[in-house]
């Protein structure tokens, strides 16, 4: 069965790094665009980052821009997250998200919905400390 699992949350003091990974089985990782999506306490799940099935395009949240970057190594069926210069607001439960029903290259806003995506990892712990 299709199975997503999240790995490398931790704590780390502001300004650190972190860089998440999701290992996938259980699918055709190629065919599936792939997203980030995070829910700190008390708050809503939000949308984190997206990145094309080939890998060749990426959207991000304004929040994160310029700070996370996402990729992915469809070789080994796995999506990345690394984040850089972490904020205590970046503190959050982060989830792994696969969808199938986002098949082109082009990725626009849509990719921010979580109805969006088919598949869900059981999420990964990151705090921030300030």
């Known amino acids: 069965q299709v199975q997503l699992v999240e790995s490398g949350g931790g704590l780390v003091q502001a300004g650190g790094s972190l860089r998440l990974s999701c290992a996938a089985s259980?699918?055709?990782?190629?065919?599936?665009?792939m997203g980030w999506f995070r829910q700190a306490p008390g708050k809503e799940r939000e949308f984190v980052a997206a990145i094309s099935r080939s890998g060749g395009s990426t959207y991000y949240a304004d929040s994160v821009k310029g700070r996370f970057t996402i990729s992915r190594d469809n070789a080994k069926n796995t999506v990345y997250l690394q984040m850089n210069s972490l904020k205590p607001e970046d503190t959050a439960v982060y989830y792994c998200a696969a969808s199938a029903t986002m098949l082109r290259e082009r990725l626009d806003r849509r990719v921010e919905e979580a109805t969006r995506y088919d598949h869900w990892g059981q999420g990964t712990q990151v705090t921030v400390s300030s």
């Open positions: 259980g699918l055709s990782f190629s065919i599936y665009t």
